[in-house]
């Protein structure tokens, strides 16, 4: 019966005529190796055999594992006496698992007073399913090789990092990964893409750099500037392929001047041009504390417009906001 006990365990004790004392458990093997694993033929059981050698009974109170993938199976309510196999089952699932694997399972161990561990590790190579390696590495090359991604997103980077990016290869029945180095490009802001080849396929590499906040002293970000922009502008009923200009209030509520580095559109995350939404006001933009700037912004609309824009700028706080421009 897998259920949690408590308190009762003294009680317990006592109803077979026992004290606490020391806890003795007698391990033949506290580690196993499986060696290879394949993905393949699903969940890996192995038991684990202990004996008390103490002259008083104790319980298998819980167990904890160092992942999900791996569980355990015990009797949670049994006190063993003097001489009795304690069996702990431990189940391990190498779905969505590659490679080298070492797995813990930390048991407590208890005579009513006093609590024990025993850590029990088990170690195998996982050899991925056809299936796993196909959705890891869907990119198949012409040789059989199979690749990663053709495009990956390192997110907001600010503009003086450098980043190195593994890069998976499946190759020849095994992972054979190469390091791909990413350098942002100072003063340089918004989507930055760049292209690099594996095994002669293009693989890009995108951020949106922003800027380098690392140094900012607490007063310097206490005395920042803020942004103050809409997040929504209704811009009524629009013409499809009529070109029409309108304007966008922003501000500075902080006490140093703001500099609106960048506006950028999705398209632009994806290394396209916008083609419906043009900012015509030239960049950067400095705003002085208190002040307020307008924005000149040309629509192109082909159809009802849902379009945001995305604002870098010199706030520490919220360097990227986003301006949503609606139309009917």
Not at 179 to 192: C, E, M, N, R
Not at 257 to 276: A, F, N, T, W
Request: glycine share 6%; charged share 25%; proline share 6%.
């Amino acid at each position: 019966m897998k259920t949690t006990i408590g308190a009762v365990l003294p009680a317990m004790l006592l109803c077979f005529g026992l004290q606490a004392q020391e806890i003795q458990l007698e391990w033949p093997e506290t580690a196993v190796d499986w060696g290879k694993v394949r993905e393949a033929d699903g969940v890996h059981d192995y038991t684990f055999w202990a004996t008390n050698v103490a002259e008083y009974g104790c319980q298998l109170q819980q167990v904890y594992t160092s992942c999900g993938c791996t569980t355990a199976e015990w009797d949670q309510e049994r006190v063993w006496r003097h001489g009795e196999r304690i069996p702990v089952v431990m189940h391990f699932n190498p779905a969505g698992r590659y490679g080298a694997t070492h797995e813990t399972a930390t048991l407590l161990v208890t005579d009513g007073e006093v609590t024990q561990r025993y850590v029990l590790t088990m170690d195998c190579e996982v050899v991925p399913s056809e299936e796993s390696i196909r959705q890891k590495y869907p990119v198949e090359l012409a040789s059989g090789v199979r690749l990663a991604w053709d495009v990956i997103d390192l997110g907001e980077l600010a503009n003086s990092e450098e980043r190195d990016v593994t890069y998976g290869i499946w190759a020849q029945g095994d992972r054979a990964d190469t390091v791909l180095h990413f350098a942002a490009s100072p003063g340089k802001y918004g989507p930055l893409i760049r292209s690099y080849r594996v095994r002669g396929h293009e693989v890009k590499v995108k951020a949106l750099l922003i800027p380098d906040f690392s140094q900012l002293t607490a007063e310097e970000r206490q005395q920042a500037p803020v942004l103050s922009a809409p997040t929504r502008i209704a811009l009524g009923t629009l013409t499809p392929g009529k070109t029409v200009t309108r304007e966008v209030k922003v501000g500075n509520q902080g006490s140093r001047p703001l500099v609106i580095h960048c506006i950028y559109q999705k398209e632009e995350l994806d290394g396209d041009k916008p083609s419906e939404v043009t900012v015509t006001t030239p960049l950067p933009l400095t705003i002085a504390p208190r002040q307020s700037r307008m924005l000149q912004v040309k629509l192109t609309p082909r159809r009802a417009l849902n379009t945001p824009l995305y604002l870098i700028s010199s706030d520490p706080k919220r360097p990227r906001q986003v301006i949503r421009l609606r139309s009917e």
